[in-house]
């Protein structure tokens, strides 16, 4: 039985409950408790998983056999840390986390082990081998969303305007185009993707080298791929292509999920393939 310590408990970690109800009946898992901002606050339905403020995680953590974060980048750069620190395995969601230095040092340093979920991407199998044999010359992934929902606190007046008042006949635009660092750093709920592409296609170090050398390759991985935010009047799902090129090859895939069942704005695959990672993790162990 592997003892499961969910961080964040909402449309991505109760999906992954859902998803690991076979697991959970036939005795393989138990969900400890799930780590949130406010357990007592009223929720649209009874949580059968114990909801516990996220300033009792490290009374928890000895207990975990596994930590899953799905609680977004700031707790993902608040805890990820402390997590591995204590000598736990993690699986990471708010991939964008590993953007910020310090975060990114405290969560490739060990003792514990950092599991790097695809999320609502993939064919990082192909890209990995490509880019670990020096095949990728140019990476990018473009990202298309609902102009109303890109609409961020940071904006101006005029810059949510825009997204807001876009009607269905305008063309879709522009609104990003830089590195994953900046990306996440202005929208850190969606394009965690930009830079799980970049974990995907990082050099492969020894699993013991230190974690400044690791943080150090990963940050030239980030340095490659170029991201593109674009705000869609039409769009009813996020939309991904992923474009690399180089001596390995030309490829382009096109991503579009299908909604999480229980929020249309979260794609359904993420918990999906946080659910496989568990299970790999849950074989391994
Ligand atoms: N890798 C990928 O492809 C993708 C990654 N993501 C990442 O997953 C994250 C979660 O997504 P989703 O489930 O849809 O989000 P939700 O907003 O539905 O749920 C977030 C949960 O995390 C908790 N939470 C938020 N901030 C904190 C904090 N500082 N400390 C502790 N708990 C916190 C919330 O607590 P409470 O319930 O008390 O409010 C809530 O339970 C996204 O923010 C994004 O970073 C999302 C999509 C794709
Ligand atoms: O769900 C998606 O399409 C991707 C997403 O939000 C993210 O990467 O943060």
């Known amino acids: 039985m592997a003892d499961i310590l969910l961080i964040g408990y909402g449309t991505i970690g109760q999906d992954l409950v859902s998803l690991l109800e076979p697991e959970i009946a036939r005795g393989e898992i138990r ?19 114990p909801l516990i403020h996220t300033d009792k995680l490290a009374n928890y953590l000895p207990q975990a056999d596994l930590v899953v974060e799905c609680a977004g980048v700031p707790a993902a750069i608040s805890h990820g840390s ?19 230095r310090d975060a990114r040092l405290g969560m490739l340093s060990g003792p514990g082990k950092l599991t790097v979920t695809n999320g609502a991407i993939g064919g990082f199998d192909l890209l990995g081998a490509a880019a670990q044999a020096g095949g990728i010359a140019e990476i990018s992934i473009q990202t298309s969303k609902l102009a109303a929902s ?16 876009l009607t269905p006949t305008d063309e879709a635009f522009v609104l990003f185009d830089g590195n994953p660092t900046d990306a996440i750093e202005k929208f850190p709920a969606n394009v965690n993707v930009a830079v799980a592409l970049a974990w995907a296609t990082r050099e492969l170090l020894p699993a013991d080298a230190p974690g400044a050398e690791q943080s150090q390759a990963f940050e030239r991985a980030l340095a490659q791929v170029r991201v593109r935010i674009l705000a869609d009047p039409n769009a009813r799902l996020s939309l ?10 030309t490829y382009e895939f096109s991503l579009e999920n299908a909604p999480s069942p229980s929020n249309p704005r979260t794609s359904g695959l993420t918990a999906m393939s946080v659910a496989r990672d568990v299970r790999e993790s849950i074989l391994r162990c």
């Open 31 to 49: 969900i400890l408790a799930a780590a949130v901002r406010d357990p007592q606050k009223p929720r649209p339905t009874a949580s059968a998983v």
């Open 240 to 249: 991904h292509v992923i474009r690399a090129s180089g001596p390995a090859g």
């Open 150 to 165: 890109l609409v961020r606190p940071w904006m101006t007046q005029a810059e949510r305007a825009r997204l807001q008042d």
């Open 82 to 100: 402390e997590v591995i620190s204590a000598g736990r395995e993690m699986i990471l969601t708010s991939v964008g986390a590993l953007a910020h």
